[in-house]
């Protein structure tokens, strides 16, 4: 079946670069999503990539996609306060019937900024 | 919009009882979907609609629990009866048709059965 791992931590210092790691294992996946949490709240998608290109950008984030080592990154640059959360790798979820519509999440990265 | 919303927002209950949790997705989103998620399993997709029809509720865990959406504007989640390992935060989502669409979070309801 589908898993998406990532590292439970992260550490850095404000101002730093996070970069936040995931792998995947469906490899049909077409899109893989990188969500925000934020104590006490719903998920938010930050941005997503689709599975034939290798990077996207968005402002203060970066997305690479190693498709055959099955690896997604998330880069934030200048990385704020306000960027402390939990931030989840997602993949589209293949069921049974051959749809793919719910998404297999990772376990999702606690960022811990360090003034 | 207001967003998916979701009620209530907490819910204590003592074990054995009914639990029911209400969704109402964004207008226009056909599909609708339920998770839960705790700090052992993180998130997991229970079941997911289009347009008001299930489609999949491989991940629905047990029989105590069900789901509906008689219209397209509210789904329900029910559990009976509830079981403390039951306790975790239950996530509606909806979404446009569109595949790869973005899937729009609830505020999520925090159950506790104790």
């Known amino acids: 079946g589908e898993d998406v791992e990532q590292s439970l931590f992260l550490s850095v210092r404000e101002g730093d670069s996070s970069v936040i790691n995931c792998t995947y294992t469906d490899s049909s996946s077409t899109y893989l999503y990188w969500y925000k949490q934020e104590p006490g709240a719903g998920l938010q998608l930050l941005t997503y990539i689709f599975s034939n290109m290798d990077m996207k950008q968005d402002q203060r984030l970066t997305v690479l996609l190693n498709k055959k080592d099955k690896h997604l990154s998330l880069r934030i640059a200048d990385t704020q306060t306000g960027d402390s959360a939990i931030y989840f790798c997602?993949?589209?979820?293949?069921?049974?019937?051959?749809?793919?519509?719910?998404?297999?999440f990772g376990k999702g990265t606690h960022l811990i900024i360090q003034p | 919009d207001a967003g998916v919303i979701q009620s209530p927002r907490h819910e204590v209950t003592e074990m054995g009882q009914e639990v029911t949790l209400r969704c109402k997705p964004i207008?226009?989103?056909?599909?609708l979907f339920w998770y839960r998620q705790t700090m052992m399993r993180g998130l997991e997709l229970l079941i997911y609609f289009n347009n008001n029809v299930p489609i999949d509720d491989s991940g629905m865990p047990e029989d105590r629990f069900s789901a509906k959406m008689p219209n397209a504007s509210f789904s329900t989640l029910k559990i009976q009866p509830s079981e403390p390992r039951d306790s975790a935060v239950y996530f509606c989502a909806s979404k446009l048709p569109q595949t790869g669409a973005e899937q729009y979070f609830g505020p999520g309801t925090r159950l506790t059965v104790t």
């Open positions: 207008s226009g989103h056909d599909y």
């Open positions: 997602a993949e589209i979820l293949t069921n049974s019937g051959g749809g793919a519509d719910g998404l297999t």
